[in-house]
């Protein structure tokens, strides 16, 4: 973007005099960022408008997007030229880091982690297929359990490419969904709530079921009609995804007592690694070099408990499987 040097300096010229701690969305607000934006719209938004390249106008960047993306990194590059980050924290702006975007992509390794979580639900998928006869009856949670994590892993690599109000809230329903639907069917296995042949537990299924689904609306309304509360939307994830672990893990723990098998403690395992990552989301730092982050890292530290989960859901229903043949025996 043109931005003519003089000007540009001059908006930015306060800066050297600012000191303190980052925090969301004061970036944005500091005058010199403001009277950076004005300067390069009035350059390059005008009656000749700079042009802006194919792949980044096909993710929706325009103009005002461009200069508030080269407003962000003078403004970072500036203060960082004259103290050290230690000196000079990096401050975010609406809300999130100063990323070097790359083809076009705001956040571009939280894109390729998520689409690493994607691949990893994809080969799981294949991995039950393959592995579970469609006969057995908790096949087909399993693999929704996989379609929900596609869904969820798309639209957040859709977020981290373009961050729009819309994107945001599709991905934060998603991930609402994935998180929800770990404590859906964690009952239905630990409990065996899929034995068609007991109407009790059929008559929970049901109710368990339709209680699932009331939360999830309810919780999506709240978000879209009362009030986008990340404070609320993160507490209730949290709630709900402790007390599916809390199911898996003792579960685990019954299994392994039972059966005495190895594979048996890896939902064990999947919990406590996953406790371990989400701790990168408590220690948030400015991106190294930009682009690496703490919430990508967390996005990274789940790809590898997805795998051994969906090792465990296979080896788990082998075994039931072949225990229900011994008894008929």
């Not at 339709?210 to 509360?229: F, R």
């Not at 890896?266 to 919430?295: N, Q, T, Y």
């Amino acid at each position: 973007m043109r931005i003519h040097a003089s000007a540009a300096w001059q908006s930015l010229a306060v800066l050297f005099l600012l000191n303190g701690v980052a925090q969301a969305s004061l970036g944005d607000r500091l005058p010199e960022f403001k009277h950076c934006l004005e300067i390069c719209k009035e350059a390059n938004c005008g009656s000749d408008p700079t042009p802006i390249p194919f792949h980044r106008r096909l993710l929706l960047w325009d103009c005002p997007a461009e200069c508030d993306y080269s407003c962000q990194h003078i403004v970072t590059t500036t203060r960082l030229a004259r103290d050290p980050p230690y000196l000079q924290p990096v401050y975010q702006f609406h809300g999130k880091w100063p990323f070097y975007r790359f083809m076009g992509m705001q956040e571009p390794f939280s894109v390729i982690f998520s689409l690493f979580n994607f691949l990893a639900h994809n080969w799981g998928m294949a991995q039950l297929r393959e592995k579970i006869p469609a006969s057995y009856t908790l096949r087909k949670y399993y693999l929704w359990f996989g379609y929900v994590g596609l869904a969820s892993w798309t639209f957040s690599m859709i977020f981290h490419t373009r961050d729009f109000a819309i994107t945001e809230k599709l991905d934060y329903w998603a991930a609402g969904a994935n998180v929800l639907y770990g404590l859906y069917y964690a009952p239905i296995r630990v409990f065996r709530l899929d034995r068609t042949e007991d109407p009790r537990k059929q008559s929970v299924l049901r109710l368990w079921t339709v209680l699932c689904v009331l939360l999830y609306a309810a919780h999506v309304l709240y978000l879209s009609l009362w009030s986008w509360d990340y404070t609320y939307n993160m507490a209730a994830n949290v709630v709900v995804g402790t007390l599916a672990n809390l199911l898996w893990s003792g579960f685990s723990y019954v299994q392994y007592k039972r059966i005495g098998r190895t594979w048996a403690v890896l939902p064990g395992i999947c919990v406590a690694w996953i406790i371990s990552a989400m701790s990168l989301e408590l220690m948030d730092f400015a991106p190294w070099r930009g682009m690496l982050d703490a919430h990508s890292l967390w996005h990274l530290g789940t790809v590898v408990p997805t795998v051994l989960w969906y090792n465990f859901l296979v080896k788990d229903a082998q075994e039931d499987i072949a225990g229900a043949r011994k008894g008929k025996d």
